[in-house]
């Protein structure tokens, strides 16, 4: 934190500002490209603030000046932004703009680096003028789609909306609205605190303006769900598909067609915690205790078997969406090690039955059956590691006395030499 990428040292009086923000600010502001004013300066004294506005993050080049740390920082916005002022907002007839226009003098009137929280207050206090800078900015878009679209859903707590240029260099207007869904048991899941899941899951939706034209309904916008990143161990919404949007259709109708969708999947990915601790308990009596297992989530577990001297690991991955979804499999040994040094192991495998309506011991003896792989030929059971293996290829041998082999399948004197030392490894141990 002292010092940046490139080795140059913080100016020291930012360093506990910017320490201060990252911990405790409660949108996720992003802090880049820290920097000099120039070359032969000796600290690093400027950066970039990547700040959250509709789900998408602005930049704006923060500036102190490391000969006179004392004083506030100058604050440069983006190139489509010239017309933001937020200052005079003091003069602004609305009473929440002029509270937090004035909120920002007085920041910068007492600045004093001794308080750490001044930088992400100034900043949150900007962020506030900027929205509201956007809302009027929307508010005069003469696109009558736009204009409806607002009349209906601007009593909404918590909505974002701005003006930007598209990549194509089209004009489009973005909402952001909040869904209401109840996270409280993710959050208690996850053993973190409400401020990592500060905007809960939102709606992103943007329109093509088209200035002047009849309004029809009939083009649908891009529609995008947005969550915190600490949800996806328990909840992605990458894995929601949205509802279909009809011709005519309009915000308020779609909005809560959405949120009703969500609530029964958050349910079902809640529930989807319980019955995945209940299928790593059924794994025990069948393939014995775990050596490794995550409790928190119950997303992995790891189990070792032996063979008289060779161990191996079998490792299960459970997606967020079990049981719909079967776990993975994945195989490593514990003895044997390729040319860095890594641990063999095999590629993902789910190459046995599974349905997500039986029971979780049914699940767990299905998976144990499907590796054992009896014959009626002999007391045996096998499976052959040579197409899921990065080795040479092998078989595991599973009796039904509980003994296991693991031995390299050859087919010639070279073979098995050539096979037998890479498969000891390098040093042939």
Request: hydrophobic share 40%; with cysteine.
């Amino acid at each position: 934190m002292g010092s940046t990428s490139k080795g140059v040292p913080i100016m020291p009086a930012l360093v506990p500002q910017l320490e201060y923000l990252r911990t405790y600010s409660p949108v996720p502001i992003r802090i880049e490209h820290i920097r000099r004013g120039h070359h032969n300066a000796p600290y690093a004294d400027r950066f970039t603030a990547c700040i959250p506005c509709c789900l998408d993050h602005i930049k704006w080049d923060v500036v102190y000046n490391y000969q006179t740390p004392d004083l506030p920082p100058d604050v440069v916005f983006g190139a489509d932004d010239q017309d933001f002022q937020p200052l005079l907002f003091v003069g602004d007839d609305n009473a929440a703009a002029q509270a937090a226009a004035l909120g920002a003098w007085t920041i910068l009137r007492d600045w004093t680096a001794k308080d750490y929280s001044r930088l992400l207050r100034f900043l949150l206090e900007l962020r506030s003028l900027y929205l509201r800078h956007q809302r009027k900015r929307v508010e005069f878009v003469e696109d009558p789609r736009v204009r409806f679209e607002i009349g209906t859903i601007s009593a909404m707590e918590g909505l974002e909306m701005r003006i930007f240029t598209g990549a194509d260099r089209s004009e489009e207007v973005q909402f952001a609205i909040p869904l209401d869904i109840d996270l409280t048991q993710i959050s208690r899941r996850l053993g973190t605190s409400s401020a990592k899941l500060w905007s809960g899951i939102s709606l992103q939706v943007t329109f093509s303006l088209q200035r002047g034209q009849t309004f029809t309904g009939e083009k649908a916008p891009q529609l995008r769900l947005h969550a915190p990143p600490a949800m996806r161990d328990v909840f992605d919404v990458e894995d929601v598909k949205l509802p279909t949007w009809a011709d005519r259709m309009c915000l308020m109708e779609y909005v809560p067609n959405v949120q009703d969708i969500l609530k029964a999947q958050v349910r079902e990915a809640i529930n989807s915690v319980g019955m995945r601790r209940s299928f790593l308990e059924a794994l025990g009596p069948v393939f014995g205790r775990p050596l490794e297992l995550e409790t928190n989530l119950f997303r992995r577990v790891s189990i070792m078997v032996t063979s008289g001297l060779f161990c191996f690991l079998i490792h299960f991955s459970l997606p967020t969406q079990f049981p719909k979804q079967q776990p993975t499999l994945t195989f490593q040994s514990s003895q044997h090690f390729d040319a860095r040094g890594r641990p063999i192991m095999s590629r993902p495998y789910t190459e046995y039955p599974w349905s997500p309506r039986w029971e979780p011991s049914h699940m767990a003896q299905r998976i144990f059956l499907s590796l054992m792989s009896v014959t009626s030929s002999k007391n045996t059971a096998m499976i052959y590691f040579n197409n899921i293996v990065e080795v040479p290829s092998c078989e595991l041998e599973f009796r039904t006395d509980g003994e296991l082999i693991f031995r390299p399948v050859l087919k010639s004197g070279r073979e098995i030499l050539s096979a037998w030392m890479s498969f000891r490894g390098p040093e042939g141990k």
